[in-house]
């Protein structure tokens, strides 16, 4: 059914809750996972003094996100890739699963409610709306 699916990870209770979800299906369809991670540009920083120490900063907080989401997978009987990317998440996961093929995006919600959500967007928003393929979003 499923050959390779990519799984956006942000940390979130919603992501984790889909990482769950990804998991199982991955082992249950023989397929392959990739986890995507993407922390916040960093082009906004690059004449300020401390541009180096943010920048290390965002990949070490998002390392962690990954490192934690390994110790879910560990036991688990699947390939899993982890991409620890810098960017917009949406943009970013809808490039790997452009690039790779996928035949499946797995995300969670933030649940904002309507008034945030039409005026900030939302990640699962733009991913349901611009993928190659289709997408799961976890409540």
Do not use: W
């Not at 998440?89 to 499946?104: F, H, N, Q």
Request: positive net charge; proline residues 1%.
């Amino acid at each position: 059914m499923f050959k390779l699916i990519v799984l956006a990870l942000d940390g979130s209770k919603q992501s984790i809750k889909a990482l769950t979800y990804a998991i199982g299906l991955a082992e249950s369809c023989g397929a392959e996972l990739i986890i995507v991670h993407a922390y916040a540009h960093t082009s906004d920083l690059r004449d300020k003094e401390e541009y180096e120490k943010r920048v290390a900063q965002r990949k070490r907080a998002g390392q962690k996100i990954l490192d934690d989401a390994r110790a879910q997978f560990k036991n688990a009987r699947i390939v899993v890739e982890e991409n620890l990317l810098e960017g917009p998440a949406a943009e970013a996961t809808l490039s790997v699963a452009k690039t790779r093929r996928a035949d499946l995006i797995i995300m969670g919600t933030r649940g904002m409610g309507s008034l945030e959500g039409l005026l900030l967007g939302s990640v699962s928003t733009k991913v349901t709306h611009e993928a190659p393929c289709t997408v799961m979003v976890v409540r």
